[in-house]
């Protein structure tokens, strides 16, 4: 799995209340991706980062803040969590064995907003 | 605006070859195609991705016509455990620049 660690792996908040989703790799990849899947609508991209404070929107960056200030970590904030924002959250790096181009994805968080 | 299209869900027979095909008829030239899969709730997996010759690795096949307007990727004994949602996308290969478009794929079930 390329070293891809996302946490927590499970959430269940309130609206309004601030949350955090980690995303830790181990193999000093470049760039990260932050995806959220919700049924009907495929993987969605939100934020992604080329390198060490440098990020982009994605097509679903409303409501979302991302940060990375070393490379092995990319935060997804969420800084008034709306129930539209229940759904899983995967993370991903581009590269490793596979090839330079190709996306490793991590095992997903679960985020449920009430 | 969607760069693929596939069907929406496909069944195969266990043990027998599944075909699934994709149409991505506004490729550039400079664009491979990629196949992903996605089991149950898991994150997406790499299977495979092709510019314009046929490729085959350890999990599939995949034959991309020769005009590259659609590819076919091929999972040549169907197992229960291949049973997933199959996303093909097509990107070009500026490392780091493009954004990876994922549609909704293709859930294969593999019968017993």
């Known amino acids: 799995d390329a070293g891809i660690t996302q946490s927590p792996r499970h959430k269940v908040t309130e609206t309004g209340t601030p949350v955090t989703l980690r995303c830790h790799q181990t193999?000093?990849?470049?760039?990260m991706y932050w995806y959220r899947q919700d049924p009907g609508h495929g993987l969605r991209l939100i934020h992604y980062s080329y390198g060490v404070k440098d990020t982009d929107k994605g097509e679903v960056s409303d409501g979302y803040s991302v940060s990375r200030s070393k490379t092995e970590d990319f935060l997804l904030t969420l800084e008034s969590a709306t129930s539209s924002q229940t759904s899983v959250y995967f993370c991903?790096?581009?590269?490793?064995?596979?090839?330079?181009?190709?996306?490793?994805f991590g095992a997903g968080s679960r985020l449920t907003v009430l | 605006d969607a760069k693929t299209t596939q069907p929406t869900s496909m069944d195969c027979a266990e043990g027998r070859a599944a075909n699934l095909p994709c149409n991505h008829s506004?490729?550039?030239?400079?664009?491979?195609v990629y196949w992903y899969r996605q089991i149950h709730s898991q994150g997406p997996q790499y299977i495979i991705h092709g510019l314009k010759n046929n490729e085959t690795n350890e999990m599939a096949s995949l034959i991309i016509t020769e005009d590259r307007k659609s590819s076919t990727l091929i999972l040549p004994h169907a197992t229960l455990r291949d049973t997933a949602v199959y996303y093909c996308i097509v990107s070009d290969s500026n490392f780091g620049n493009e954004k990876l478009t994922f549609g909704t794929g293709t859930r294969l079930t593999i019968i017993p």
């Open positions: 193999e000093n990849h470049r760039y």
């Open positions: 506004t490729i550039s030239g400079n664009e491979y």
């Open positions: 991903a790096i581009r590269g490793g064995s596979s090839g330079a181009n190709v996306l490793t």
